[in-house]
């Protein structure tokens, strides 16, 4: 209740609160002005905790566009990285002493096979003829194809190292794409060249004259070079992920495999392309062959039809070499081969080849193995030659 002076009491039973209405006031206003205080600090707090909640979601997407940019960085950095990592034959420094070891045999033979070959037909005026004018051809695309490879897998195995320039790696699969190419070329004109001498012997000499053997041996060497500037030049434009290649040399669908984009669909159409043309050449071949059989059955003597064969068996044992370990190295899923098959496989059509064709062509030819001889008696290489005794044997 109110008294007469305007005080307000309160009756609390036997306790009695008098409270003037100033002081009601001031208690009223200062809650009032509390209340406001801790709604501008509640808005002051929220403001703030969008502001950090802003800065964190800015903070976010600048990381991803930071990713992302790295991302895009790292692909241009493998496409213009300076260098690529090879597969490795084996971390122990034994194995890879013994690697280097049979990888430097295996190149001396094969360069002493082949080198044998273009000597013994440069210097014996008897093998100035067509075929061994093809064969030489042959030897020195072995020589080079072999050389291409092993010596750099050498060197990485005695150095302890997997790495490869850019541009040795661009080099490396220019001139083996090249050096194949170039090999099946010849061997289809060496079938065209057996064709012609065995099912049409009186037109021998008119069509395969000296000039008409340049210009065929000089059109090999060229598709050869235009394949692999194909090939090379779609392999290298596409964007890499990485650098690491699951082979001991800079092959082709190990290159691919590492691709970011989808010009890769470019190379694997010229492939393709490339391959229709190696296969059209080998059915040539092969049908070439069945005429040539075809004409050796129909001969009376049996001293003619051998002195035929083995002019043709040599060659048809080495396409079918070429062909197969191409064949069964490329013509498999990548995806689900393991990096051991890969070396076996490169190996096998890489490194056979070259090593076994002198061997093919001196252990079926007379002529071959003659001039051979007559190069050791002559002076070129020492009587108690390992070549000699090998070319006794073989005879």
């Avoid at 209740?1 to 009695?16: A, F, P, R, W, Y």
């Avoid at 048809?316 to 064949?327: A, E, H, N, P, R």
């Avoid at 190996?347 to 093919?360: D, G, Q, R, S, V």
Wanted: proline fraction near 3%.
């Amino acid at each position: 209740m109110e008294d007469s002076k305007g005080m307000i009491i309160i009756d609390m039973g036997k306790v009695h609160l008098v409270l003037h209405p100033a002081l009601t006031n001031r208690h009223a206003v200062g809650h009032i002005q509390r209340k406001n205080e801790e709604l501008i600090l509640d808005n002051r707090t929220s403001r703030k905790m969008e502001a950090e909640n802003l800065m964190k979601r800015t903070g976010e997407q600048m990381r991803l566009q930071g990713d992302l940019q790295l991302d895009n960085e790292s692909k241009i950095n493998f496409t213009s990285t300076s260098e690529f990592l090879l597969l490795g034959f084996s971390d122990v420094r034994e194995l890879q002493i013994l690697h280097f070891l049979v990888f430097l045999a295996v190149y001396l033979v094969a360069v002493a096979g082949n080198l044998l070959i273009i000597m013994a037909v440069m210097l014996d005026h008897h093998l100035h003829m067509p075929m061994y004018f093809f064969l030489m051809n042959l030897a020195i695309m072995d020589l080079g194809s072999i050389s291409v490879i092993l010596p750099k897998a050498m060197a990485n195995s005695f150095l302890n190292t997997r790495s490869i320039s850019y541009s040795g790696c661009v080099a490396q699969e220019f001139f083996y794409v090249f050096l194949e190419g170039a090999d099946f070329a010849i061997l289809t004109i060496m079938a065209h060249d057996r064709h012609i001498a065995i099912c049409h012997p009186l037109q021998y000499e008119t069509v395969m004259h000296i000039e008409a053997c340049i210009q065929m041996a000089a059109s090999a060497w060229i598709a050869g070079i235009l394949n692999a500037t194909l090939n090379t030049g779609a392999t290298f434009a596409i964007t890499f992920c990485s650098n690491i290649i699951n082979q001991f040399f800079c092959e082709i669908p190990q290159i691919l495999r590492l691709s970011c984009s989808d010009l890769y669909l470019i190379e694997i159409g010229i492939i393709l392309f490339t391959a229709s043309l190696i296969g059209g050449c080998f059915i040539y071949i092969i049908i070439t062959y069945m005429k040539i059989f075809a004409t050796i059955l129909k001969m009376p003597s049996m001293q003619g039809r051998k002195k035929a064969l083995s002019t043709c068996l040599p060659h048809l044992t080495v396409v079918s070499l070429l062909l197969f370990t191409g064949m069964f190295a490329y013509v498999r899923p990548l995806g689900n081969t393991s990096s051991e098959m890969n070396v076996i496989c490169a190996l096998m059509y890489a490194i056979l080849p070259p090593l076994l064709n002198p061997f093919i062509y001196s252990m079926r030819n007379k002529e071959i193995k003659t001039a051979l001889l007559k190069l050791i008696d002559l002076g070129h290489f020492p009587q108690t030659s390992s070549c000699r005794i090998l070319l006794v044997k073989l005879g």
